[in-house]
């Protein structure tokens, strides 16, 4: 039984086939992005291969002092793991090998580090021109150079994101989201996806990238354009920020500058909490009516509206104004904490999130599937894997026998099946993550 696996069946292995059953993915990633994309297709029945250095992923130590740590557990969920030192070169020789058995490589090193490695699309593709390579890195190629090393923080401040954000001159950081991350790695799981889709009818795989601050745009595809006379009061922030203006200055206008959609698509305090509301320009009216605002007389969804609203709206009970808006059909809702939502029963019922028994870690709730399929298995998978938990049977299936195993094994180019403690943990090589 796999490190984690729940005594009831695991979700993917039924009779019923998976949607990416036979498909054979290898993971180069760490952290976010492209942990998460290869997991969207395990979810699916893919076979996902993660290598990892022989210390273990850095995920598996976060929360310090706790092996198999959460962040680990919430990203490496029914993924094979394959523990190699990189910075050897039996090391490499066997990615490379794995890597040209799979149908898809999934990678977030650093910049250049694939390349070096002997396992970027190039180098690989010469081999198998089948194959598919899935990257992200933070900032995108520019002119055949590889991009700069970032994470989501650093991709959110360099996007705009994190301007986009704020209501005041201090930014509003994302920390705990990790947006562009997130973003990235679906982006990525489209991209491979498609490339897949391509393969079917050519015969042939492709290299599919994107990056952290690519996402970070697509996640402000409502506001991120510059159109002639509709767009010049942004043109000119820009001129006067490079012509010297404090960026305070300038943040502080475009804050003031800022394309509201209504002012009744907001979040308002209530008397007991905050509610958001989703009213638009067929609904705005019910609000303005449980407020007892009048929009005409509130400058129409301006300023002037959204002030009178959040006067008026302080003052009664949320779960008064939500049942009105649902009644009426007004999108609304409670302003939640996360772990309301996790908690919360009917987030079981609906399939929102998952629970299975791990066996350090206890009963484990995390997110479910977020996809749902009518004709094919997509389930979180409820198993987890030690560091290098499948290292002899990858090595078997390439040839290796028991001796060459141990040789390798003495040699520490692998791990087979450590139970490691965070004092062992360190990098092996210096090629890590892109920071996604």
């Known amino acids: 039984m796999s490190h984690g696996e729940s005594s009831t069946q695991p979700a993917g292995s039924t009779a019923e086939p998976g949607l990416f059953e036979g498909l054979r993915i290898v993971e180069l990633g760490q952290y976010v992005a492209a942990p998460l994309c290869a997991e969207l297709f395990a979810n699916g029945g893919a076979e996902v291969v993660a290598i990892e250095p022989v210390t273990g992923t850095p995920t598996r130590w976060s929360p310090p002092g706790a092996p198999d740590g959460i ?17 050897t070169e039996t090391g490499r020789q066997i990615a490379r090998r794995i890597c040209l058995d799979a149908d898809v490589v999934i990678s977030n090193m650093r910049p250049g580090a694939a390349a070096k490695l ?18 992200v890195d933070a900032f995108g190629e520019r002119d055949g150079q590889p991009s700069k090393a970032g994470v989501d923080i650093v991709a959110q401040a360099a996007s705009g994101l994190l301007t986009s954000l704020t209501l005041d001159t201090e930014p509003v950081m994302a920390r705990d989201v ?4 997130v973003a990235a790695g679906i982006l990525l799981a489209f991209g491979v996806a498609s490339a897949l889709w391509s393969r079917e009818r050519t015969g042939r795989g492709q290299r599919v990238a994107t990056s952290l601050v690519s996402a970070a745009l697509a996640l402000q595809v409502r506001t991120a354009h510059v159109v002639p006379g509709a767009d010049d009061a942004a043109v000119e922030r820009v001129e006067a920020l490079r012509a010297g203006a404090p960026f305070d200055d300038v943040l502080e206008r475009r804050i ?24 638009v320009r067929n609904n705005a009216h019910v609000i303005y009516e449980f407020a ?6 509130a400058d129409r969804g301006g300023r002037a509206a959204e002030e009178a609203l959040r006067a008026a709206l302080a003052e009664v009970d949320g779960d008064a104004l939500v049942a009105h808006l649902e009644e009426a059909g007004v999108p609304v809702a409670r302003v939640r904490l996360l772990e309301d939502v996790l908690l919360d029963p009917d987030s079981v019922a609906t399939g929102l999130v998952d629970d299975f028994e791990h ?11 977020p996809l749902r399929f009518s004709g094919a298995v997509y389930r979180t998978r409820r198993t987890t894997s030690l560091p290098g938990e499948h290292t002899a049977e990858e090595l078997a299936r390439l040839g290796f026998d028991d001796d060459a195993l141990a040789a390798l094994v003495q040699d520490g180019v692998v791990v087979v099946g450590s139970h490691q403690t965070t004092e062992d943990a360190g990098s092996d090589d210096a090629e890590g993550a892109a920071g996604g």
Not at 178 to 181: A, G
Not at 256 to 279: E, H, I, K, Q
Not at 292 to 297: A, E, L, R
Request: hydrophobic share 40%.
């Open 118 to 135: 002997g396992l970027d699309y190039a180098a690989l593709s010469a081999e198998n021109p089948a194959i598919i390579v899935g990257e």
């Open 359 to 369: 066996p350090r870690l206890g009963r484990v709730r995390l997110p479910g599937a």
């Open 292 to 297: 007892g605002v009048d929009p005409d007389t």
């Open 71 to 87: 962040q680990f557990v919430s990203k490496a969920r029914g993924k094979r793991s394959v523990a190699l030192a990189l910075n």
């Open 256 to 279: 003031a500058d800022s394309n509201r959609m209504y002012a009744t698509y907001n979040l308002f305090a209530t008397a007991t909490g905050w509610v958001a509301t989703g009213g």
């Open 178 to 181: 990790l947006l562009t991350d």
